[in-house]
Every structure is written in structure tokens, then in C-alpha cells.
């Protein structure tokens, strides 16, 4: 695959980028629903597996503390497999998306089976190391109050925030990933700030209109 040839690999302008995303979700939306749906689907039921009858002995807890630690357990269990999950399905849909656009005769299994055996376990680890720097960031610019701490978690958040094109698209390393995060995008960081932003808001307005949709039947019952 030429990743050249992929319209993200190009200089563009905000409009460019809001234009190109549309057309991408528009040409890939009804796969891109099912594997939401269906990794829904799959983390609720290993939600269910982990907190299994641990929510009906709550009301011991004041009687026996000792359960506490079954809880946390379970937390920390789950928060495990999430972390296993999510970061396989963020980094399937990247390359899923990539993959179809350019090469739309490769097989949707092929795309997953390259997606764990090529990229998945070397993402882990760069995901983790992400989320530690970004952690540590955010617990050193505790040093300069709370100001301090929101500009550590932007500068890196924003910095860090393409390693899974980065690592599918150029193939790189472990450190390598994220060294080149930080190269892209320090050269045009408030440019990138600033589209990063007018997104969320964007998603933000999408998701609450959305969600105003969905919940329009409860709407008597609330009132």
C-alpha cells in the first residue's frame, strides 16, 4: 500500500481534514457501526463475567470490610481487559480505515489478523508508555498548581496523540513512535491544538444531539 496516497498523509486545511473525514465515515459506516456494536458487546459481557454477583453483597460491606478488596480486585481486573480491548479496537479501526481506503481487495480477517500479529503488541507497550509519560507529566506540573498540571496533560495529550497512524503508517519502533510523534507535531502544534479542539467540540455537539435523540422517548416520564 502506498501511504502517500491516503488523503490524512497530505498538508491540509481544516476544511480539507472536516471534508475528508466525512467522506471517509460515509464510505465506511456501516462496518465501523458493526465493530462498535460489537465490541460493545463483547466488553459489557466481560463486565458482567468480572462484577458477576459482587454488586449484591454491597449492603455487607459495612458488616464485613473485608469485601472491599474483592471489589478493587474486580476493578482492577477489568480495567486490565479494557485496557487490552480498547487499545485492540482503536488500533484495528485505524487500520481498518487505512487499509480498505487504499487496498479495498484485502479481506476484513486479514486486516485483523496483521492488525494483532504486526502492530498489537508493540502498541500496547507504546500506549502504556504514553499514558505514563502523560501521567508523570501531569503529577510534575502538580508543582505549578493545577495551571501547571492542565498545561503538562495538553502539550503531552496533544504531542502524543498520533502514535497509532504513526506506527501503522510508518512502521516504527517502540521509541521511535513516539519521538516521531513529537517531531510531526511540534512543528505545527497550535495549528493542531486548535483543530483538536474545534473536533471535540464538534463531536461534543454530535454526541449531546444524538443523545437528545435517543432519550426523546423517556422524555414524559422524566417530565
Known amino acids: 500500500m502506498n501511504y502517500r ?22 464510505k465506511f459506516f456501516g ?12 466488553m459489557n459481557a ?23 478488596a474483592i471489589f478493587l480486585k474486580a476493578f482492577s481486573l477489568y480495567f486490565f481487559y479494557a485496557w487490552l480491548g480498547y487499545s485492540l ?20 480477517g486479514t486486516i485483523f489478523a496483521e492488525t494483532i500479529t504486526k502492530y498489537y503488541l508493540k502498541y500496547l507497550v507504546v500506549i502504556f508508555l ?3 509519560m502523560i501521567m508523570l507529566g501531569t503529577m510534575f506540573g502538580m508543582l505549578a498548581l493545577i495551571i501547571g498540571s492542565f498545561i503538562a ?10 502514535v497509532t497512524p504513526i506506527l501503522i503508517v510508518e512502521d516504527t519502533g517502540i521509541w521511535e513512535t513516539i519521538k516521531r510523534s513529537f517531531v510531526l507535531v511540534l512543528k505545527d502544534f497550535w495549528q493542531i491544538l486548535g483543530f483538536l479542539i ?4 464538534i463531536y461534543m455537539l454530535f454526541s449531546l444531539i444524538l443523545g437528545a435523540i435517543s432519550m426523546a422517548p423517556y422524555a414524559g416520564g422524566f417530565f
Open 5 to 26: 496516497d491516503f488523503p490524512f498523509y497530505q498538508k491540509s486545511t481544516l476544511e480539507l481534514i472536516f471534508n475528508n473525514t466525512v467522506e471517509i465515515y460515509q
Open 31 to 42: 462496518w465501523l457501526f458493526f465493530y462498535s456494536f460489537l465490541f460493545l458487546l463483547l
Open 46 to 68: 466481560i463486565a458482567s463475567h468480572v462484577f458477576a454477583d459482587k454488586f449484591q453483597d454491597l449492603q455487607q460491606l459495612a458488616e464485613n470490610p473485608q469485601q472491599i
Open 89 to 108: 479496537y482503536y488500533l484495528f479501526i485505524h487500520y481498518f480505515i487505512i487499509a480498505k481506503y487504499l487496498a479495498p481487495e484485502k479481506s476484513q
Open 130 to 132: 504514553v499514558f505514563t
Open 153 to 162: 496533560a495538553v502539550f503531552l495529550g496533544v504531542s502524543l496523540f498520533p
Open 198 to 201: 474545534i473536533f471535540f467540540l
